[in-house]
Each structure stands twice: as structure tokens, then as C-alpha cells.
């Protein structure tokens, strides 16, 4: 159930209403502007004060504003860590201020897990394996050599690595899959684009690309549309996120599969806030429920799409 409730207002650290801090990744994809609209207004309508800052994908701007917001004495910070590492000395500093601290949407890699309350998200290994086991069920029929090209996320990002470990988890147990170029497109689409080219000119035989997400996957389809050749046939294509744009690309058949990752973490962000700041026990972990779309899924539910 998500938060929201009808209590009168929350008991947070500071009087009696609560003000959060949070630092976002930045404005990179069509989920990170899912992801940012659904903390503000979830914040909204929790009656939670967010100062709400957005890092242009620089992990030194998201530690600023950490301490900015440890400066601030807010009552609860709660952020999505663009990349796994560097984050123990800073969470330390919000652990000795006493400011509870929540991860949304990326882990970190800290061994210690007492610097933070809850880390709220999907599993990206999981949706890795799903894209991969589409990629056997879609192949099955044939022993032919499978050529797949990759567009990795954010280096060094929990989404990256774990799309890419999932993915070959499952791929590994066929030798005619063959993964012939990998290489980050940082989440965006026009990275997506030129990387794709890149790949294209270098390989004039790719059947699939497998991308971290729709917005990489679509910069590609220009790609392979300007190479003269049709996405979702020439190169089937698989991305994660299901968002507006990219289900709109799989229902016209130019993406064959998408696996979906939900942004919509607003408002079990708020719920789990008010359960720390009430002394509340919460899971150490709340995985995001999702699920995948085929062609024919997409063109059924892209209407009652959110994002
Ligand atoms: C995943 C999120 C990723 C999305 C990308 O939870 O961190 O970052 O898959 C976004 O679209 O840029």
C-alpha cells in the first residue's frame, strides 16, 4: 500500500512536520523525469517539505547536497546514488548529525549498512535475466551465431552493472549468443545514437541490441534507421524502463521487448519516511514491482501508461 494516510500530520524530527532533502541523479531519461515528478508530488501530498536538488549526474554535486542538507538539520534525506561507490564518508557525516538516511532507485556499494535505513528500487539483475531469457525463448528455434551489441548505463551505476551481469547470466548458457561490442551510452539518447553508429560502422552483421534503457534504445533506432536498416526486424531491440516514448516505439514495432522498471517511487518513499521518523521498524529492502511488455502488450497498455 503506498503512503499517504489520514493521520493527523507526522511527528518528524523537527516539530511537527517534516522536511526531507533529496538529491537526485539528474534529468537523463524519460524515467528520471517519472522519477522526479513522482518524489515531488508524492512529497505533496505526504505534507512533506522537500528540498529537492538535481546533481546533472556528477556524484560530487550529490555529496554537496548531502551536506548542504546536513548543514540545513533536515529531518530525513533519502537520494538515488548515480554510481555504486564513494558515498561511506558522507553517510557517515549524516549518521553523526543523526539524519536518517533512505537510497532510492540505485544502491551503493557500502559494506555498512547502518549508514542507511532502507534502500527502496528494483532489481536490476533481476530485470537483466529478464531481457535475456526473452532473448533465448526468441532464438530457440535456431543454432545460427547470435550477434548482440550492448549500450551499457552510467558506468560504474548499479543499473549498468547489474542489466549487464543479469543478462549474461542467462545469454552464457547458449554459445551462439555473442555479445561483439559493449560500450556506455550513459542513459541518454543522444550518447545512445552515436554510440550505435559506432557499433553499426564497425559491425555490418548485429541482429540484437540490448540496451539499459528506452531512451538509449531509441537514440539507436535513428541509428539504425540512418544506416538503412529497420529496427525491431534488422536488429531486434530489448531495453528496460517501459516508458511512454519507448512503449510507443515497441507497440509500432521498431523495439521488440522492453522490460519495465518503475519509477513511481514517490510515494512508498513518503511511507517509509514516516514510518523512520516514527521510530517505526522498516525492511532494509522494498523491491519494485514490474513487470515486461511484447508488442502486443504495448499496444494494450500504452493508453493507461503514467509515464
Ligand atoms: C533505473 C534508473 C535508470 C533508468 C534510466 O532505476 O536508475 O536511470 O533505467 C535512468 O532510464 O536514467
Redesign the pocket.
Known amino acids: 500500500a503506498c503512503g499517504g494516510g489520514t493521520g493527523g500530520g507526522a511527528t518528524g524530527g523537527g516539530g511537527d512536520s517534516i522536511t526531507m532533502g533529496f538529491s537526485q541523479?539528474g534529468a537523463?531519461?524519460?524515467?528520471?523525469t517519472a522519477n522526479t515528478k513522482s518524489v515531488q508530488d508524492s512529497a505533496k501530498n505526504a505534507n512533506i517539505t522537500l528540498k529537492f536538488s538535481d546533481a546533472q549526474q556528477k556524484q560530487e554535486n550529490q555529496i554537496k547536497a548531502i551536506r548542504s542538507y546536513i548543514q540545513q538539520k533536515v529531518d530525513i534525506i533519502a537520494f538515488?546514488p548515480v554510481v555504486e561507490s564513494g558515498w561511506d564518508t558522507v553517510l557517515k557525516e549524516a549518521k553523526d548529525a543523526k539524519i536518517p538516511v533512505i537510497l532510492t532507485?540505485?544502491a551503493v556499494d557500502s559494506k555498512d549498512t547502518s549508514l542507511y535505513k532502507t534502500f527502496l528500487?528494483?532489481d536490476?539483475v533481476e530485470e537483466g535475466k529478464k531481457a535475456g531469457q526473452w532473448l533465448v525463448e526468441e532464438y530457440k528455434s535456431s543454432t545460427d551465431p547470435v550477434k548482440i551489441v550492448e549500450l551499457q548505463?552510467t558506468t560504474g551505476?548499479a543499473?549498468a552493472n547489474d542489466r549487464k551481469a543479469g543478462f549474461q547470466d542467462v545469454i552464457k548458457a547458449e554459445t551462439k549468443f555473442e555479445i561483439i561490442a559493449s560500450q556506455t551510452g550513459d542513459?541518454t539518447r543522444a550518447k545512445g545514437k552515436e554510440v550505435m553508429e559506432a557499433f553499426l560502422k564497425s559491425n555490418p552483421d548485429i541482429d540484437v541490441l540490448y540496451a539499459?534503457?528506452?531512451?538509449m534504445g531509441l537514440g539507436a533506432i535513428e541509428a539504425i534507421e540512418g544506416a538503412g536498416k529497420v529496427p525491431g526486424k534488422d536488429i531486434k531491440i530489448i531495453t528496460?524502463?517501459a516508458v511512454k516514448d519507448g512503449m510507443q516505439a515497441l507497440a509500432d514495432g521498431k523495439i521488440n521487448f522492453i522490460v519495465e522498471?518503475s519509477?513511481l517511487l514517490g510515494p512508498q518513499l513518503m511511507d517509509l519516511a514516516k514510518k523512520v521518523l516514527k521510530g517505526e521498524q522498516v525492511p532494509a529492502r522494498v523491491v519494485t514491482e514490474e513487470t515486461t511488455f511484447n508488442q502486443e502488450q504495448a499496444k494494450q497498455a500504452l493508453s493507461s501508461r503514467q509515464y
Open positions: 541523479v537523463e531519461s524519460g524515467w528520471r538515488s532507485d540505485r528500487g528494483s536490476f548505463g551505476s543499473p542513459f539499459h534503457n528506452d531512451d528496460v524502463d522498471c519509477p
